[in-house]
Nanobody
Framework: VQLQASGGGLVQPGSSLRLSCVAS????????IGWFRQAPGKEREGVSC??????????FYTDSVKGRFTISRDNAKNTMYLQMNGLKPEDTAIYYC?????????????????WGLGTLVTVSS
């Protein structure tokens, strides 16, 4: 199982970025997938995750990004995305993509067993 995140960079406040995460060794359609971030000097936190239970798909977002970030996945490409709009300096962090051990997760870090290396997002004027 491998996850490779990309798309980070240095942007000004209010800008947008789209992070991508290409998965190999498993199907993104069969497991919950998510984005986490770790800001300098802080613990890693969950940002968003997308899950499926039976025929229903669920998305979860941490409160600070609701309305600004959108998670999605393209199972045909085995890729997931995090569209980030209205970026703020407090969004500065290393962003990690991860895959859970099962199809459903509400975003708890303990559910996720496979991690990518991360991509750095810096929001600064």
């Amino acid at each position: 199982v491998q996850l490779q995140a990309s798309g980070g960079g240095l942007v000004q406040p209010g800008s947008s970025l789209r992070l991508s995460c290409v998965a190999s060794g498993f199907s993104t359609g069969h497991y919950a997938i998510g984005w986490f971030r770790q800001a300098p000097g802080k613990e890693r936190e969950g940002v968003s995750c997308i899950s499926q239970e039976n025929d229903d798909m669920f998305t979860f977002y941490t409160d600070s990004v609701k309305g600004r970030f959108t998670i999605s996945r393209d199972n045909a490409k085995n890729t997931m995305y995090l569209q980030m709009n209205g970026l703020k300096p407090e969004d500065t962090a290393i962003y990690y993509c991860a895959a859970a051990r099962r199809s459903y997760s509400s975003g708890s870090e303990g559910d996720f067993g496979s991690w990518g290396l991360g991509t750095l997002v810096t929001v600064s004027s």
